[in-house]
């Protein structure tokens, strides 16, 4: 399965890929912001198995992307958990209204984002 | 007179009890949850006005809508590549790209965890700024004070957060 990492910043997506790769999922895609991400999805023909975004990004921010991604058929369904700073919660439940599957808060430690991610698979 | 009591331009308090212990707060569970690393608080605060140094690793990140000002995260280069490696999973060693992106990253969640504790409205956090450097010095605009909190990890030692806030 396909996972892709929608973060600005390298480290949170080493950070995320070791998560990852500890539950056993190997193929991560990285882009480091929302018109990155979504070319990704379509170079790999949508085959996405779970979208890791980032909220506050430069270019396109995560709630753009979660809306594009909402809207279009082939990546409507597709899970998305939002990462966010606790300063952005009113953005939490924008992205919740927007079609957010789940969002996980900085700072977290690894076993809450290991919990987010069984929830939604 | 006390930090607390100190006074902006506009007469309004420049830090209260509240963000301070905000930015604590933040700063202890940040390097708790991602880091592994326990930190508390190493003295008394601190008033700076004008330029004066920092330690050599500086991140910096602004602070805009109901809060203005803006907020630093300084250590020394080596504990920082040390807190970086304990972040990252990894190890740091060169001071380049890693270290800085990891770094503002860590001050962007402490800033945001703090910033969320203040109870004042919607704060918007600009993107973090990394500065690598021997005698740095930093000053504020309209000459508002810095104040600094010293901290300490338990085994490598002594950091700062320094803020430099007005209420609108």
Known sequence: ?121 | MSVVDQKNSNGKPAIGFAHINAFVEAAVRTFDNMCNLQTERDGDLQVRRGMFGTHELVGLIGLSGSVRGAVMLTMPILTGKRVTSAFLSEPVRETGPMLIDAFGELLNIIAGAASANMDEGHVQLSLPAVFIGRDLRTGAQHNRPWIVIPMRFNEWGKYNIEVSRETT
């Open chain 1, 1 to 121: 399965m396909k996972i892709l990492l929608i973060d600005d910043s390298m480290t949170m997506r080493r950070i995320q890929t070791r998560v990852l790769n500890s539950m056993g999922y190997d193929d991560i895609i990285e882009a480091g912001n929302g018109k990155e991400g979504l070319m990704r999805i379509v170079e790999n023909n949508y085959n996405m198995g779970l979208i890791l975004c980032d909220i506050n990004m430069p270019e396109m921010s995560g709630i753009e992307t979660l809306m594009r991604l909402r809207a279009h058929p082939q990546t409507k369904s597709i899970p998305v958990i939002m990462c966010t700073s606790v300063a952005e919660k009113e953005q939490v439940l924008q992205a919740l209204k927007a079609g957010a599957n789940s969002y996980i808060v900085k700072p977290f430690d690894p076993e809450s984002l290991k919990e987010k991610i069984n929830a939604v698979l």
